[in-house]
């Protein structure tokens, strides 16, 4: 989970797992490895509200009423003046990905993660199709060097879309014991 095609959540630009180490995320998203990107473009579609809690603090069991209390919990602290009646399943919709495929509609992009960017250091740039391009360079730095491959290359697939619905029919029943 990380990222964003669309802005972020620590600034405007970057997404805050990337934020924190945007030069670590490069490195990930450069190492022509098979890589999943799940942004908040997507987990802030999927927000668990007052129903599923309600529905989590009615079950007897023990995991049940720990994750209803956890969710109260959440729900009543201080979001750092964001809406307190939902909480973005970030993680959970991550890991549930990884259970049922299905929840993800995904596409191609070539993602590169800015790592100099005095104000969108941390931010994830997307490309769904070629040519990719760089920033002119400013005067005084040297020109870049133009690229002679210009077809589209890649490196991770990334959530486009969402099933909500899905997500919660998954993520509810196993933890209420219905």
Not at 21 to 44: H, K, Q, S, W
Not at 144 to 166: C, I, K, M, Y
Request: proline residues 7%; aromatic residues 6%; without cysteine.
């Amino acid at each position: 989970m990380g990222g964003s095609l669309s802005g972020g959540n620590i600034t405007p630009a970057a997404e805050f797992n990337l934020y924190v180490d945007p030069e670590a995320a490069r490195i990930v998203f450069d190492a022509g490895i098979p890589l999943t990107m799940v942004g908040l473009d997507v987990t802030e579609k999927v927000l668990l509200g007052e129903e599923h809690v309600q529905v989590l603090e009615r079950g007897r069991s023990p995991i049940s009423q720990a994750a209803g209390r956890i969710m109260r919990a959440t729900l009543t602290r201080a979001h750092h003046g964001t809406d307190a009646t939902v909480i973005a399943m970030h993680d959970p919709l991550t890991v549930a990905s990884l259970i049922d495929p299905k929840l993800l509609k995904l596409a191609d992009y070539y993602v590169e993660v800015e790592t100099e960017g005095e104000l969108t250091a941390g931010m994830t740039v997307g490309y769904a199709h070629a040519p990719v391009r760089y920033s002119a360079p400013m005067a005084t730095a040297a020109p870049l060097q133009p690229d002679a491959d210009t077809s589209f290359h890649p490196n991770a697939r990334v959530a486009v879309g969402v099933d909500a619905e899905r997500f919660f029919n998954l993520l509810i029943p196993r933890l209420s014991g219905a």
